[in-house]
């Protein structure tokens, strides 16, 4: 079972982020995180008449939100309390998301010290004009001498997360930040393209009409990761992600292959198995609160803060492993594609059948929401 944790705090609020997140206010972070590790306890546990009882951990990672502005004090007494009820030692990943702006060597050293392996850092660009349309609070040395940090740091595994197709982003833009980041030699990279999300500030600004979305940017862009990243020996495992050999994102992965997940804190959301032998209830999906100074009450009065649960069968499991499987590499097992007809893709050059798998060529990959729809 791999285990989420949601700290939703940030300095700044990214005008494209959708995650639930705010600025602290007049939240208490020790009250925060004493109700975070109040709700670990309950949910560890098998409880009465909640359906959906949690494994044991396999990997644990913490994301928000900017987890990394957590203070040293407030991060020793959460992964205190954590390593309570979880054996480190038995997990594969411990993974941790991070702004350049909010740590130095002390602080990164205690990251390693807490036994965290895996930083990912929400770096975005190394242009200073994308960093300002995108809200972020470092600039480019700030965020490449935050690798630098990390390695001395002896963090194990680290991880640059960029954006492309962002309003502004010239190709030049974007092949400076890709040759930058590859300079930097991380173990992984992710170059995420920019979604317009609802109840954002860039998804009110397309539809004012003052930004745009264009699908051959997008293809563009993509394209130019992937040959950059490729060629520097990352090996692309998933639509988004490119990785040093041994350096996979273990809990990702999880996520992409189906496993069961354990989703702790504000608007954190686990899907657990339900009744395998009941027809229509084979998982179970329970949806945390996504609001904090509620979060705090709930955990406070009945130990967890699930405000909507519902029951997903092979229909709903089967439209999720074709939306998530087809974008990795290794592809979906065929059994998943019934009843959908995958012929007409394969001559078009978008997809090929191997192993008993059918997996996207990079000319289909850019193209995966659109196929993952054709093929529910």
């Not at 939100?65 to 979880?86: A, C, K, N, Q, V």
């Not at 130990?303 to 087809?326: P, T």
Request: glycine fraction near 8%.
């Amino acid at each position: 079972m791999l285990v989420y944790l949601h700290i939703p705090f940030c300095h700044r609020v990214c005008p494209y982020c959708s995650f639930h997140k705010h600025t602290p206010g007049g939240t208490s972070i020790g009250g925060f995180i004493d109700a975070l590790l109040a709700e670990t306890r309950h949910r560890l546990h098998p409880q009465p008449g909640l359906d959906g009882q949690p494994s044991a951990p396999r990997t644990l990672y913490l994301g928000g939100g900017t987890p990394s502005m957590l203070s040293p004090t407030h991060l020793s007494r959460l992964f205190e309390g954590l390593s309570d009820e979880i054996d480190f030692d038995t997990l594969d990943e411990i993974a941790f998301e991070a702004n350049p702006a909010t740590f130095d060597l002390e602080k990164a050293t205690l990251f390693r010290h807490l036994g965290i392996r895996r930083v990912s850092l929400g770096i975005q660009s190394f242009t200073p004009h994308v960093l300002e349309t995108l809200g972020r609070e470092h600039d480019p040395s700030q965020a490449a001498e935050s690798v630098r940090i990390l390695r001395a740091a002896g963090m194990p595994s680290v991880n640059i997360d960029l954006m492309f197709s962002v309003p502004g982003l010239s190709h030049e833009d974007w092949r400076h930040t890709l040759e930058t980041a590859i300079a930097l030699d991380p173990d992984h990279i992710s170059a995420y393209n920019l979604t317009y999300e609802e109840d954002t500030g860039f998804f009110e600004s397309l539809r004012r009409g003052e930004m745009d979305a264009d699908e051959d940017r997008d293809a563009t862009q993509f394209h130019l990761a992937h040959e950059l990243l490729t060629v520097a020996g990352y090996e692309h495992y998933e639509t988004s992600n490119y990785a040093r050999p041994g350096h996979r994102s273990t809990h990702n992965q999880g996520y992409w292959q189906g496993e069961s997940y354990l989703g702790l804190g504000p608007s954190a959301v686990s899907t657990l198995p339900g009744s395998p032998e009941t027809p229509g209830r084979e998982m179970i999906r329970h949806s945390n609160i996504a609001d904090t100074p509620r979060y705090l009450e709930m955990i406070a009065r009945i130990g967890h803060a699930i405000s909507h649960s519902e029951y997903l069968g092979h229909d709903e499991i089967r439209l999720e492993r074709i939306a998530l499987l087809l974008r990795t590499s290794t592809g979906l097992p065929l059994h998943w594609l019934a009843p959908a007809d995958p012929t007409n893709l394969i001559d078009q050059g978008l997809a090929v059948i191997r192993d008993a798998h059918f997996i996207l060529t990079p000319q289909g990959a850019p193209l995966v929401d659109a196929i993952a729809a054709e093929l529910a």
